[in-house]
């Protein structure tokens, strides 16, 4: 700490947020989280119930490594938090298009030597009888794989980077010119070095480094999530899965939310200043025509609904990158509808780069403000798939 200003500044308490400002905290700087609304909140991006986390990736060893690392980090904060936060449900990937995101994971996944297992569809209905096997060639299973509880997660990690000396302060930031934050009265938040890991708000906050022109821009784009009442789909019963082929993706009933049904639709450009309560109506009947992979879906009652959005790029892969004109400033965003599978890889990651003020050592430039390499193909960021 320099005249009472903390070696690190985050700004935003969301997934990416919160542990930034926890790994860095872990290495033994100071640190200052400052959180417009709440940690983990309802209306911002990693506020739902729950986020799958699995290790396929496809061909991209890269990212499967930082899930690897990511579910023992998540593991480890349940321990210490005292809660369960990741759920090992299994994650099936119902083959019913091409298939070739499946067998390239699968390959990766035996060569890294991560727990997965190929299974026909008899085998499959034979053990969750709930499924419906119609246009199911196979399915790729991940048995260590589940999903986060994931608002509860961020809010932990949040108690823990405040129970470890952190500071959360509640207020909105804004960036100078220079990409340096001021606080709501336009008084600039002294810090050793900045990181602004603002969700679907960073457009509008760097409009030139990831607005809708940029090279790296960051898009918010409507996802909606169906939480549905349905008897014999909790955890145990059914796992949670993805199928690339229909466009969708479950996660089983848990803690009495009802089985959650995510419809990859693209419901229109989100404007997350204005957050509506409920899901779009054609989410909800994208969500039901589900109902070939898990039948009772067809006409089970809808417990709740949320408007979601993905703060997507165009190539499916993050900004993680320092600021062009200032070597203290940096930015994370653009999760792409995989931020949490990587939390606490990216938080740090972030920490060691901002602190250190020393860019990441990676293999490519896919994450990059400027010169972006496009990365191994992410079909899955495409489609913003879970
Ligand atoms: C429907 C859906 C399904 C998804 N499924 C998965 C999944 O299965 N697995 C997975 O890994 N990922 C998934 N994702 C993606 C994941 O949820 C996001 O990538 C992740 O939550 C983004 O976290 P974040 O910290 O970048 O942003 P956010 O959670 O939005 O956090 C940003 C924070 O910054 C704060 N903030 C904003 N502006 C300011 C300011 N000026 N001053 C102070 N604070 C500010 C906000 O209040 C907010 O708390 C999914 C996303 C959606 C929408």
Redesign the pocket.
């Known amino acids: 700490m320099v005249g009472g200003a903390p070696d690190l500044l985050v700004?935003?308490?969301?997934?990416?947020?919160?542990w930034t400002a926890l790994q860095a905290r872990r290495l033994g700087a100071t640190v200052q989280l400052?959180?417009?609304?709440?940690?983990?909140?309802p209306?911002?991006?990693?506020?739902?119930y729950?986020?799958?986390?699995r290790h396929s990736h496809g061909e991209d060893s890269l990212l499967m490594g930082w899930t690897q690392r990511t579910l023992v980090a998540w593991k480890e904060l349940g321990e210490a938090a005292g809660e369960q936060i990741f759920v090992e449900s299994g994650v099936a990937w119902f083959v019913s298009g091409d298939g070739i995101w499946e067998a390239h994971s699968e390959q990766r996944m035996r060569e890294a030597g991560v727990p997965c297992e190929r299974i026909t569809p008899e085998e499959a209905l034979h053990r969750w009888p709930t499924l419906g096997t119609e246009g199911l060639t196979s399915v790729l299973y991940e048995p260590t794989a589940g999903?986060?509880r994931?608002g509860n997660g961020?809010r932990a990690a949040a108690r823990m980077f405040e129970r470890e000396g952190g500071v959360i302060t509640r207020?909105?930031?804004?960036p100078a010119s220079d990409g340096s934050a001021l606080d709501a009265s336009g008084t600039p938040i002294a810090a050793g070095a900045t990181v602004w890991?603002?969700?679907?708000?960073?457009p509008e906050?760097f409009p030139q480094l990831v607005g809708a022109d940029a090279e790296a821009s960051i898009i918010p784009v409507r996802?909606?999530?169906i939480y549905f009442d349905a008897p014999n789909m909790g955890v145990g019963e059914i796992p949670t899965w993805i199928d690339e082929g229909l466009a969708v993706?479950g996660?089983p009933n848990d803690q009495d939310h009802g089985v959650k049904v995510?419809p990859e639709f693209d419901a229109g450009n989100f404007d997350?200043s204005v957050w509506p309560d409920e899901a779009h109506p054609t989410s909800i009947a994208r969500a039901r025509e589900c109902a070939v992979r898990f039948p009772a879906l067809k006409s089970a009652p809808i417990k709740e609904t949320?408007a979601?959005?993905?703060?997507r790029t165009k190539s499916g892969h993050y900004v993680l990158d320092q600021h062009p004109e200032n070597s203290a400033i940096w930015l994370?965003?653009?999760?792409?509808?995989?931020?949490?599978?990587?939390?606490p890889m990216v938080g740090e990651l972030m920490a060691r780069a901002a602190l250190n003020n020393n860019p990441m050592q990676l293999p490519d430039r896919r994450f990059k403000l400027r010169d972006r390499s496009e990365g191994p193909s992410s079909p899955m960021g495409e489609m913003?798939l879970?």
């Open positions: 700004v935003g308490g969301g997934v990416w947020g919160s400052i959180e417009e609304r709440e940690p983990g909140g209306k911002t991006t990693s506020g739902d729950s986020r799958i986390i999903f986060l994931a961020v207020g909105r930031a804004t890991a603002a969700g679907p708000w960073l906050l996802r909606d999530a993706w996660i995510g997350p949320r979601c959005q993905h703060e994370a965003g653009g999760g792409s509808g995989h931020g949490y599978k990587q939390g913003g879970a």
